[in-house]
């Protein structure tokens, strides 16, 4: 079992920054591949970037690329998802996930088996 603990996150102007984090307790976190996933009020959750268990490689969704980085620390067993730029349109609740095995470029939901409580981020015009 993995538990994850969401932090950050807020309301911020367009063109503003925020940093999400993503506390992991409860089993080794280096064995876990780590993603970000946001929802939308009426839309369904979707994929935004994800990390390999090792830190080399992350994947992103293409609205994002450029614009927000995911990264991890192993010492504090936390990921984070620093998003700059930020438009409108990326408001939502935004959720970290972890799943087990090696492969990084997981883009559903169904592949992630933890999830955190999410935390809303909300971009004003």
């Known amino acids: 079992q993995v538990q994850l603990v969401q932090s950050g996150g807020g309301l911020v102007q367009a063109g503003g920054s925020l940093r999400l984090s993503c506390a992991a307790s409860g089993r080794t976190f280096s064995n876990y591949v780590m993603g970000w996933f946001r929802q939308a009020p009426g839309k369904e959750r979707e994929f935004v970037a994800s990390?390999?268990?090792?830190?080399?490689?992350?994947y992103y969704e293409d609205s994002v690329k450029g614009r927000f980085t995911v990264s991890r620390d192993s010492a504090k067993n936390t990921v984070y998802l620093q998003m700059n730029s930020l438009k409108p349109v990326d408001t939502a609740v935004y959720y970290c996930?972890?799943?087990?095995?090696?492969?990084?470029?997981?883009?559903?939901?169904?592949?992630?088996?933890?999830w955190g409580q999410g935390t809303q981020v909300t971009v004003s015009s």
């Open positions: 996930a972890a799943r087990g095995g090696t492969y990084s470029g997981a883009y559903y939901t169904r592949e992630y088996e933890y």
């Open positions: 990390i390999s268990r090792s830190g080399d490689n992350t």
